[in-house]
């Protein structure tokens, strides 16, 4: 291949059903239109690779020493995931893949898992297999994502059916070992699909939401480690299943503000939500501007879901910013984002 191939993947968003997807229960994510970008570029490098991206920048033989770079990657956040996924290359072109992404690592939007699937499916333009063409992959048929990682159907499709449950299964396989044993793989398939997901232990449905103009999502900056707290937090069953009977009733209901105060209250005697999150939803709520918040993730508040009152849209903004924060997706048309594709 003598041209430059670039694959771009969505940000996501996990909106309920967070710790209950881990246990078979539901959950359900949307994709949001911002971007992760894996690009390559022909060149010579040592014979092999130059991996750049996020302060790190080297350059490899061949698909073996991307083995023997975990340590090093390790130190550089998210490019770890990506030396993981270039180590299974069934084959590759000398040259340049770097990554960026439209959002910062502590944003909550799904960094790990962006960088798996885009680093595999360059690998497998990289292979030489048949690409797809440019645009949405899943426009004509919003649900065959679903269809496919559960292999009831085939797609005549260059990205075939096939491929794409080999990426989704060997991507859930690094999030695993990397993140966490218990990652559901629900983020990794939203941002391949697109649009929006959900997951009930291995059935999927793909749902079509409409998402109200008071929605906003903001980014505190505060990172969380799902890892971390995977490891500090264990709720008993019965608290999993009414997070998944909260979902499970939103699906039902389209009720916003019922399903995330439901979701609010539940995490509200957890460890998963940090003072500075408790103290925004009592002043945002006293003083008139917020309806209701729940953080999205495996908690720590780094993306926090929330319904304002449109009307003091500008006074919750302006909270937002006093406190050093940014404002993410807040539009209708910001979710449900094209999935995986070629740029």
Same mark, same amino acid.
């Given at each position: 291949m003598s041209r430059p191939v670039e694959i771009r993947v969505p940000g996501k968003v996990i909106l309920f059903g967070e710790w209950g997807v881990t246990r078979g229960f539901a959950g359900l994510a949307t994709a949001v239109a911002k971007d992760f970008h894996a690009s390559w570029t022909p060149g010579t490098y040592a014979g092999g690779l130059r991996l750049s991206g996020g302060g790190f920048d080297a350059s490899f033989p061949n698909p073996s020493a991307f083995a023997d770079a975990a340590t090093r990657a390790e130190e550089a956040g998210f490019l770890r995931f990506a030396v993981a996924a270039l180590a299974r290359a069934r084959g590759w072109q000398p040259g340049r893949v770097f $990554?960026?992404?439209d959002w910062r690592a502590s944003d +909550? $939007? +799904?960094s790990s898992s962006a960088t798996v699937a885009a680093t595999l499916g360059l690998t497998h333009v990289l292979a030489e297999t048949p690409a797809a063409p440019a645009g949405d992959l899943f426009a004509s048929d919003p649900d065959r994502f679903v269809? *496919?990682?559960t292999g009831r159907r085939g797609d005549p499709g260059s990205f075939d059916a096939p491929t794409l449950r080999r990426l989704w299964l060997e991507g859930r396989e690094i999030l695993r070992r990397l993140d966490s044993p218990r990652a %559901? +793989? $629900?983020d990794l398939a939203t941002q391949l699909a697109g649009g929006s997901l959900v997951l009930r232990g291995e059935h999927w449905e793909a749902p079509s939401l409409s998402f109200p103009s008071e929605l906003a999502i903001v980014h505190t900056g505060q990172k969380a480690s799902t890892r971390d707290w995977l490891a500090r937090f264990e709720?008993?069953? /019965?608290?999993? *299943? /009414?997070? +998944?009977r909260s979902t499970e009733d939103f699906l039902g209901h389209r009720d916003w503000e019922r399903a995330i105060r439901e979701h609010a209250e539940l995490f509200a005697a957890t460890p998963l939500v940090p003072d500075f999150v408790k103290e925004f939803t009592e002043a945002g709520? %006293? /003083?008139g501007w917020l309806r209701a918040l729940k953080t999205t993730g495996a908690g720590g508040g780094d993306a926090l879901l929330c319904l304002v009152h449109e009307a003091r849209r500008a006074d919750? *903004? %302006? /909270?937002?910013?006093?406190?050093g924060w940014e404002l993410g997706p807040a539009k209708p048309e910001a979710f449900q984002a094209k999935g995986l594709e070629l740029a």
């Amino acid at each position: 291949m003598s041209r430059p191939v670039e694959i771009r993947v969505p940000g996501k968003v996990i909106l309920f059903g967070e710790w209950g997807v881990t246990r078979g229960f539901a959950g359900l994510a949307t994709a949001v239109a911002k971007d992760f970008h894996a690009s390559w570029t022909p060149g010579t490098y040592a014979g092999g690779l130059r991996l750049s991206g996020g302060g790190f920048d080297a350059s490899f033989p061949n698909p073996s020493a991307f083995a023997d770079a975990a340590t090093r990657a390790e130190e550089a956040g998210f490019l770890r995931f990506a030396v993981a996924a270039l180590a299974r290359a069934r084959g590759w072109q000398p040259g340049r893949v770097f $990554l960026r992404m439209d959002w910062r690592a502590s944003d +909550g $939007l +799904g960094s790990s898992s962006a960088t798996v699937a885009a680093t595999l499916g360059l690998t497998h333009v990289l292979a030489e297999t048949p690409a797809a063409p440019a645009g949405d992959l899943f426009a004509s048929d919003p649900d065959r994502f679903v269809k *496919e990682v559960t292999g009831r159907r085939g797609d005549p499709g260059s990205f075939d059916a096939p491929t794409l449950r080999r990426l989704w299964l060997e991507g859930r396989e690094i999030l695993r070992r990397l993140d966490s044993p218990r990652a %559901s +793989g $629900l983020d990794l398939a939203t941002q391949l699909a697109g649009g929006s997901l959900v997951l009930r232990g291995e059935h999927w449905e793909a749902p079509s939401l409409s998402f109200p103009s008071e929605l906003a999502i903001v980014h505190t900056g505060q990172k969380a480690s799902t890892r971390d707290w995977l490891a500090r937090f264990e709720p008993d069953n /019965a608290w999993f *299943e /009414a997070l +998944g009977r909260s979902t499970e009733d939103f699906l039902g209901h389209r009720d916003w503000e019922r399903a995330i105060r439901e979701h609010a209250e539940l995490f509200a005697a957890t460890p998963l939500v940090p003072d500075f999150v408790k103290e925004f939803t009592e002043a945002g709520q %006293s /003083a008139g501007w917020l309806r209701a918040l729940k953080t999205t993730g495996a908690g720590g508040g780094d993306a926090l879901l929330c319904l304002v009152h449109e009307a003091r849209r500008a006074d919750f *903004e %302006s /909270a937002v910013r006093t406190r050093g924060w940014e404002l993410g997706p807040a539009k209708p048309e910001a979710f449900q984002a094209k999935g995986l594709e070629l740029a």
